[in-house]
């Protein structure tokens, strides 16, 4: 069975940083593509980052291009968001997600696992 598991969200004050990580078991996806997106209250779920099997490749979404970053540690099965100078717009419930390719994508159709996902709230 797939299983996806975030953690490391909690409240911050704006400016603070956090860590996200997302540990993959019950398949080893170190050769396939995996991307974070985030939903905030009444609003869609969107795309954050995606990363490559490889990590050549990364993508962001404008709005946390320079201030957040996303890396992979294929021994441990586990991707990570790095997030620094976080703002109030950036609360939301943030997912992990994994495709069945090696490639990145912005896309959230493109991924067929997905995790529970972990609160990221930001006060002013």
């Known amino acids: 069975q797939v299983q996806l598991v975030e953690s490391g969200g909690g409240l911050v004050q704006a400016g603070d940083s956090l860590r996200l990580s997302c540990a993959a078991s019950g398949r080893t996806f170190s050769r396939y593509g995996m991307g974070w997106f985030r939903q905030a209250p009444g609003k869609e779920r969107e795309f954050v980052a995606t990363i490559s099997w490889t990590s050549s490749t990364t993508y962001y979404t404008d709005s946390v291009k320079d201030r957040f970053t996303i890396s992979r540690d294929n021994a441990k099965n586990t991707v990570y968001l790095q997030m620094n100078g976080l703002k109030p717009e950036d609360t939301a419930v943030y997912y992990c997600?994994?495709?069945?390719?090696?490639?990145?994508?912005?896309?959230?159709?493109?991924?067929?696992?997905w995790g529970q996902g972990t609160q990221v709230t930001v006060s002013s």
């Open positions: 997600a994994v495709r069945t390719n090696p490639y990145s994508s912005t896309v959230s159709s493109d991924y067929a696992f």
